[in-house]
């Protein structure tokens, strides 16, 4: 009888920039130890800070097998706590909601805002027993922080220091004020796939040739990545202006002015292609249509620099007319910025103009170790006039195929195509994946970053 293969979780740690172990995504014993090593011991994100906007506003954020309830408990202050009674272990809350203390329905204990007991329910029996101190029945407390308007968790005990955990994203995304954004739309999305596999969705275009060809006749996909710390992103670059076709096309090259119009259709395309209702998503359409309606009223013969400057100055009219925020890209910050984002572990930072797409894959917390089950967090977060936001409304979706009108088009193709990769990922023909070392490099990059949590230094050495 042949030796078993190891298929331990410490045997599937090989990455090189041009070789995952693909058994990372299938392996149940590899995602109970990423739920140990990364999801209870790194940062992430679980809510906005407009999600729990006054006092006593609560919101619990599940993730595989953990719950964390935050809470507002001043105006400026933030806490957060696992969800859990100290007494038998029942779960608190769930949801969203509004409360002036926590209260535990099975046995009346009840803790105020900062997770201190006010109540045992006949503490005097208690009277004598070892670990009944105030501090052993007050709720267990969880580590936040906050950057953009995100408001991260971490539960470990000794968590490394915020403010180093996200250099350096600040330096490049602060100018788009993500913390005056407010929600769009917001899917929660069941698939069948692995987190990662949902996660690394984003975070790469080396695949819009295979899965979104009808953007190729607007833009070129030339595009490059590269490793942020513990984070990466990837940059479009733009040796043909926007409006041009793919060079994988083959076409003759367009005149001026074709150029100009393909690059005032190719609003629309975002309006169509990434905007639900109107066209809002990863732009408004209030600045899509400006800058439609401004680079179609230009003269014959006018360049492409020019068009592209009045189209975005018809969006920041737009944007300040409507009492709205516009983000102005320093050009020194230009060439370098990148336009997708993967902050560790999870989440992804698709910005356009007054507007991003954010994306969030996490273990399904109705079966936290299969690996074959995750959430998908798709949202958009636009600049809005004061008081024009529509306020969030979360869309559960657990069968996307039956409910393909609430998901923009071309993320319906990013979903077909993760769940496909899944099953692939089960296949005995597999030898392992195979990312491009120029264009993929974010995700090679996560999985050593995953590596560094599970088997080395719990990702202090990204500190440095």
Known sequence: ???????????????????????????????????????????????????????????????????????RT???????????????????????????????????WQWDLSGNNIRVLDREQWQGCPDMTDEDVALARVHVDSWAGFLFINMSDDPEPFDKYIQPAPGDLDFLRMEDMRYC???????????????????????????????????????????QGRHGKHHWVYELPPGSPSRRLGKPPLSVDETRDNYATLQNVFADQLGLGNGDGQFTARSLNAAEEAVRALPEGTPMDKAMEVGFFAMKEAAEADGAYMPMIPMEQLDTIGHDWNIFPNLSVVWGADGTLIFRGRPDPDDPFNPDAAILDMISLLHFGKGKAPGKKTDHIDNWRQQKELIPKLLQQDLGNVEEVQRGMHSIGLRGLRPNPVQEVQISHFHEVINSYLFGEGGREYDE
């Not at 069948?192 to 275009?205: G, R």
């Open 185 to 227: 739309w917001h899917k929660a999305v069941k698939v069948k796939c692995n987190w990662k596999v949902a996660q690394e969705a984003f975070m790469e275009s080396y695949h819009v040739w295979g899965t979104h060809p009808q953007f190729l006749q607007y833009n070129d996909d030339k595009n490059f990545s590269s490793a």
């Open 74 to 108: 001043a105006t400026d202050r933030v806490e957060a706590f696992h969800n859990v009674c100290p007494h038998r272990g029942r779960r608190l809350l769930e949801g969203t909601g509004k409360i002036n203390k926590f209260h535990c329905v099975f046995h009346a």
């Open 1 to 71: 009888m042949g030796t078993q293969p190891d298929l331990s979780p410490k045997s599937l740690d090989k990455v090189r920039p041009d070789f995952i172990d693909h058994r990372r995504y299938t392996s149940a014993e590899f995602a109970r130890l990423e739920m140990e090593r990364i999801w209870t011991a790194t940062w992430h994100w679980a809510c906005r800070e407009e999600e729990i906007p006054a006092i006593g506003d609560y919101f619990v954020y599940d993730i595989g097998d953990q719950s964390v309830i935050l809470v």
